[in-house]
């Protein structure tokens, strides 16, 4: 592709040979059997217990990790990892998982496995959140916020070892959501020994920074802001990887991710620019792959902070941004308006009018009643990367900024990158934020507790810092009612709870796209959870 | 009328007519002088001869090729950009930004730098060499890299980007200034006002001051040159003069985001951008040849 | 000379003490803790923390702990990244030699292109070409870098596909990063295909280093042309023309080595012209080098790398300076003496 003036180049500085220039067609091994996904931003560390962001789930959990059990998005069932079987006892408190034997931890330079896979890296890898006690439990923060916001913290009493390959999970209630939670990418296996040796390294840290696990591929090394790489698991239990060399090139420019893809550097991107691919794409070199992600993309307002403490002024708010403009804008008309919390995918949806249509006059009135007569300066934090659920948030800031300076209220854009971004909100120093929601799962109240509770806004994943009684306990109502129309009826109540409250204004409900090149195949993109390339191939069209 | 003068006499034109003198003799200087004095005319009156806000944003009209183009409008000469805001309204809008604030920064430390380079100029010894010195190494670290930290201590900001490059280009006033002084000073002219007892100050201002104004001049147009691109540049990083500012090296950075499809975006902004210091930079070649020019025929 | 050369690094020696001095300010000039700025710990509460208040004398006097500072920066302790906790010291030494690469292809091709079309220019001096290279450069000289960077993008890498868009090489070449200049990485690496591996990184370089090249090269042109017509005037050219010599043998032994006087004054103020844009031109060709690095932490306000940086880039372009000056100095033993005589 870029051998030509390269020949030229060459041939004036008389460096090399000039053999290489002349067969175009053959790549080199590396190219052939490598693939290249420029991603979006930079991982917050390599174990997914950590954090929450979608960045991090895509670099690690699939490729460098396996978990007990996995969710078959098709067939909508749970299938065996590194759990081969499982049960539940004693009315659904206890679990016995029997585990898979031969499975091998990654040899690396760092970590030399002696033994393979057993019940004492499961209890390793659940006690490290789960017991305050483990000496790991503090390293790297000891926040653990899809834990904490899912409840699983509270709902497993322990994990206990029965033999070598046989577990007890042992729940403080029954709970129908337990292995849902389980098969999310959180729930990731980590190795007991490499653990042991760190500790007594005096390095626990590095258990996150230089990851061993028993996923499809090895990871090789980390350059901030530059490349990821990864190399095949030689010995993983399930078939081997078809590219031996997975590299994530760290892109977070959106335009030039998507011109990377057209000239080849990029082999896979992530949350591709649509209709400007199609209209670049006239040698249909690039193929796009779409899922239906349940997701969400608000606009929540620090509730902690004066003057949005007032449900007042966060109802003016709402009314003041004209929101058909943004999915016209934003998204390209390809994202849903959102009326509340709940995506029209989830069974427990049911249509209603919007609560806030656009309404500039209303929302100078409201500002008047709650005493802002001449509005007010605030600031929007608009996040530095793409999001399935928001394609360009420092765009939607400027669209929203021109909004409110209507109303009277002079909004500051802030934007810092992406890791700092997610520590600051969590300190909770924003006064609003363009952000939003991924699910893990399909349950409904995954759209509620973890981005709104109480618990979230202890484990600081609560961006609105609302901490609501009544709202908490309209949700512990829901989770525990089985009657399905019952409970629909009392997530619509808890829908016009929050919009009445507005803690956050819901904007747009989307899709998750992924474009790669046309030679390029089966790379996963499942609906709830991140990307895996443990099946992606490169066609080659070399007769074999 | 009758010629009064009855000698003859030649006044040898002041430096600064001796220098207007030189750039009307020249006619890319001319060409560019009517350019940059135009810009200038154009940032005044923007508020007045742009068709639009800045900020307000046509939802319809999102991405709108230029007027030329098939699918253009002759009410969007320049076409619009991804919100929808007229893009010859915001480069007109934002030449404040880009041109005047640099005006402003370029003129504030030429004050302050004149001050100080003059007056150690007229000091003598050891002072003056430590800080020529000094000087020297503080000039070569680039003034961008200077501005970057001023903006780290700072925060991104218009007003500390005004303060991060006034102070940047102080040290390059008072090291011109300082040398030029430095060479007048022990000139014949100088001594002989001295010997008539000439005070201090009027030696600096009326004796000294009028025969380096070339100088000052060649520095100010380098300087503002150096302003304006170190304001776009810093506005390019996103560490400059913040959304939804129109100033150009901003608008650059935001352009990129939809380059392919619609270079118009780029287009505009780099070329004010282009012109505006080009005009600046050929104006400050012919500054320097009216110098050497001078040098050479003393 | 051996004077001189003392005084130069007594000099180099005294700015490069008061950089430190800079640096060590900038820690209290930051916003927040001046110790975590300088050590990357933000855990007040932790046992590092209370070991870093001992090791950099945080318990007493500011002297202390300034001298604190110098011992740690001199032993390469430079503290931990804030956003990454790794440590920045070890960070910075590929990122060096990135930037470095960089910077010397961009340099020598400058050097390469400027001085033959500055000599061509003043020996045509006022014909046509003369004025197309001169307002070639002034119009070069006056392009954004920022800009033309894109327009090259746009033109080569994305219409024409004569180079790839960013990096360094194609990042699935395995090369082991040894001194981070990739060119001298693949030379010294020992895997199966080096050549395509070296054409690879060659199709990145040149468009970074092109753009690089430009304004230092436009400057070039202008200063080596104005020296020629300077030199050209002298009387011994006259004399030796007077004499007989053939023009070839006036302008290779006469002309040139006196008219490189200037140029090679000026090549540290081009340097430092370089390092300015090798700033931006890093973070837009995503090189992973110094300035890239330096952006970046300015966004993340990652103070430890920030100041690391600056007193990288800064003492570097200091280095150049006064070598460029003592190479001065020796090549054209009158300046010796005029800085001597006067300051």
Redesign the interface.
């Known amino acids: ?7 030229l ?2 041939a004036v500085t008389s ?3 000039l053999s ?2 002349n067969d175009n067609n053959q790549l ?4 052939s059997e ?3 996904y420029c991603s979006e931003g930079n991982p917050e560390s390599f174990n997914p217990q950590l954090g929450t962001s979608g960045t991090t789930v895509d670099a690690t959990s699939a490729q460098l990790y396996d978990r007990l059990i996995d969710y078959d998005a098709e067939q909508q069932q749970f299938i065996p990892a590194l759990a081969t079987q499982w049960q539940a006892f004693d009315q659904g408190t206890r679990y016995r998982f029997k585990l898979r034997q031969q499975v091998a931890f990654h040899q690396t330079a760092w970590f030399q496995p002696s033994r393979p896979f057993n019940a004492d890296d499961v209890l390793f890898s659940f006690n490290r959140w789960l017991n305050e006690q483990h000496p790991y439990h503090d390293v790297g923060g000891g926040r653990y916020p899809f834990f904490r916001s899912s409840g699983l913290m509270r709902l497993i009493k322990r994990v206990e070892r029965v033999d070598d390959h046989t577990v007890d999970f042992w729940l403080n209630q029954a709970d129908s959501s337990f292995l849902a939670n389980l098969a999310t990418d959180f729930n990731v296996i980590l190795a007991a020994e490499y653990g042991a040796q760190l500790l007594a390294q005096g390095t626990p ?1 590095d258990i996150d ?1 230089l990851p061993i696990g028993t996923g499809p591929f090895v990871f ?2 980390f ?5 990821i ?1 990864y190399r095949n698991h030689p010995d993983y239990w399930r078939s081997q990887p078809h590219i031996t ?1 997975l ?1 994530y ?1 760290i ?1 977070p ?4 991710r ?3 893809l ?2 080849g ?1 990029c082999d896979v991107i992530p949350y591709p620019l649509i209709d ?1 691919l199609a ?2 794409d006239t040698q249909a070199e690039i193929e796009v792959a779409s899922a239906v992600n349940p997701s969400l993309s608000f606009w929540a307002f620090n509730t902690k902070r004066p003057p949005f403490d007032n449900p007042l002024v966060r109802q003016a708010l709402a009314h003041a941004i ?1 929101r058909p ?1 943004i999915i ?2 934003i998204y390209g008309g390809k994202a849903r308006l959102a009326s509340g919390m709940l995506p029209e995918t989830s069974w427990a949806y049911s249509a209603e009018p919007q609560a806030y249509p656009y309404d500039p006059a209303k929302a100078i009135e409201l500002l008047q009643q709650a005493g802002y007569p001449n509005g007010f300066s605030m600031n929007i934090w608009a996040m530095p990367v793409q999001r399935a659920y928001n394609p ?1 948030a ?2 939607m800031s ?2 929203m ?2 909004d409110l ?1 209507r109303i009277g209220v002079q909004a ?2 802030i ?3 992406w ?2 971004f997610r520590q600051r909100l969590a300190r909770g120093e924003h006064d609003s934020v363009l952000i939003g929601w991924v699910a893990d799962n399909a349950d409904p109240d995954n759209f509620f507790r973890p981005i709104l509770s109480c618990a979230a806004t202890r484990s600081g994943n609560n961006r609105t810092q609302w901490c609501d009684p009544e709202f908490d306990q309209l949700l512990v109502e829901a989770i525990t009612e089985t009657e399905p129309q019952q409970r629909k009826q009392l997530y619509q109540q808890i829908e016009n709870y929050v919009m009445q409250q507005a803690p956050l204004v819901p904007i747009a409900n989307s899709l998750r796209f992924q474009a790669h090149r046309a030679d390029i195949q089966g790379v996963e993109l499942p609906p709830y959870g991140g990307l895996s390339f443990r099946k992606a191939r490169r066609l080659t069209d070399a007769p074999l | 009328m009758p010629n009064t003068s009855i000698y003859y006499q030649h006044r040898e034109p002041s430096p600064l007519r001796q220098l207007w003198l030189h750039i009307t003799a020249n006619p890319f200087a001319m060409v560019a002088f009517y350019i940059f004095a135009g810009i200038m005319v154009l940032m005044v009156l923007s508020p007045l001869v742009s068709p639009f806000s800045s900020e307000t944003q046509f939802s319809d009209h999102v991405l709108q090729p230029p007027a030329w183009h098939a699918e253009g409008q002759i009410r969007f000469l320049f076409g619009t950009d991804d919100l929808g805001r007229d893009l010859l309204s915001r480069v007109l809008h934002g030449s404040v930004y880009s041109l005047g604030y640099p005006l402003l920064a370029t003129l504030l430390a030429a004050v302050i730098g004149i001050s100080i380079g003059a007056w150690a100029g007229m000091s003598q010894g050891v002072q003056s060499s430590t800080l020529n010195h000094l000087l020297d190494v503080l000039l070569s670290i680039p003034s961008l890299l200077l501005a970057l930290v001023i903006i780290a201590i700072l925060g991104p900001a218009l007003h500390n980007v005004m303060i991060a490059i006034t102070l940047v280009l102080i040290p390059q006033f008072i090291h011109s200034v300082h040398n030029a002084f430095y060479e007048e000073r022990n000139k014949e002219y100088v001594v002989a006002s001295k010997l008539n007892g000439c005070t201090r100050w009027y030696l600096l201002t009326r004796v000294i001051f009028p025969n380096i104004t070339s100088v000052v001049v060649m520095q100010i147009t380098f300087a503002l040159s150096t302003a304006i691109l170190d304001i776009a540049a810093l506005g390019f990083l996103g560490l400059g003069v913040q959304a939804p500012a129109p100033e150009w090296g901003t608008m650059l950075a935001r352009s990129l985001d939809q380059v392919y499809l619609s270079p118009w975006t780029m287009v505009l902004p780099g070329l004010a951008l282009f012109l505006t210091v080009l005009s600046i930079n050929v104006l400050g070649d012919s500054v320097r040849a009216a110098i050497q020019e001078r040098i050479r025929n003393s | 000379m051996l004077r001189y050369s003392l005084r130069r690094l007594i000099l180099f020696i005294i700015t490069l003490w008061l950089l430190s001095l800079f640096v060590f300010a900038l820690n209290y000039w930051f916003p927040g803790d001046p110790l975590t700025n300088m050590t990357g710990i933000r855990d007040q509460s932790s046992y590092a923390y209370q070991q870093a208040v001992d090791a950099r004398g945080f318990d007493s006097g500011i002297l202390q702990q300034y001298v604190g500072f110098i011992d740690h920066l001199l032993a390469g302790q430079w503290g931990n990244s804030l956003a990454s906790q790794t440590d920045v010291f070890a960070q910075l030494q590929p990122l060096f030699g990135a930037t470095l690469e960089l910077g010397l292809l961009a340099m020598a091709l400058a050097l390469l292109l400027g001085l033959p079309l500055g000599i061509y220019a003043a020996l045509q001096q006022r014909g046509p070409l003369d004025r197309v290279i001169m307002g070639l450069s002034l119009s070069t000289y006056s392009i954004p870098v920022f800009w033309l960077a894109q327009l090259f993008i746009l033109l080569f890498a994305v219409k024409l596909g004569w180079s790839p868009i960013s990096g360094q090489i194609n990042p699935l070449y395995n090369i082991e990063l040894q001194s981070g200049s990739i060119l001298w990485d693949i030379w010294r690496s020992d895997m199966p295909y080096r050549p395509a591996a070296f054409i690879d990184a060659l199709a990145h370089l040149w468009l970074p280093v092109l753009v690089l090249s430009l304004m230092p090269m436009t400057m070039l042109i202008r200063i080596m042309r104005n020296a020629m017509l300077d030199v050209l005037q002298q009387n011994y050219i006259k004399a030796a023309r007077a004499r007989g010599l053939a023009d070839s043998r006036i302008l290779f032994r006469h002309i040139i080595p006196n008219a490189l006087q200037p140029v090679v004054r000026q090549l540290g103020l081009q340097f430092s012209v370089l390092m300015t844009n090798i700033i931006i031109t890093e973070v837009i060709f995503n090189w992973p080098g110094l300035g890239s690095w330096l952006v970046k932490s300015i966004y993340e306000r990652d103070y430890p790398v920030m100041q690391a940086g600056i007193l990288v880039l800064a003492s570097l372009i200091l280095l150049v300076n006064v070598l460029v000056e003592l190479l001065h100095a020796w090549r054209y033993p009158q300046v010796r003496k005029e800085q001597h005589a006067e300051h």
């Open positions: 592709m870029f051998l030509k003036p390269v020949c180049l060459t460096v090399l040979i290489a220039c080199p091994a590396p190219l490598g693939l290249v840290s920074r090789d090394e350059r901030k802001d530059f490349v790489r060399q590299v090139v892109t420019n959106a335009n030039k998507m011109l990377k057209l000239t550097e400007e209209q670049l004209n403009a016209q804008n360009n420092q765009r400027e669209l900024q021109a300076a500051d854009i934007s810092y990158e890791n700092t």
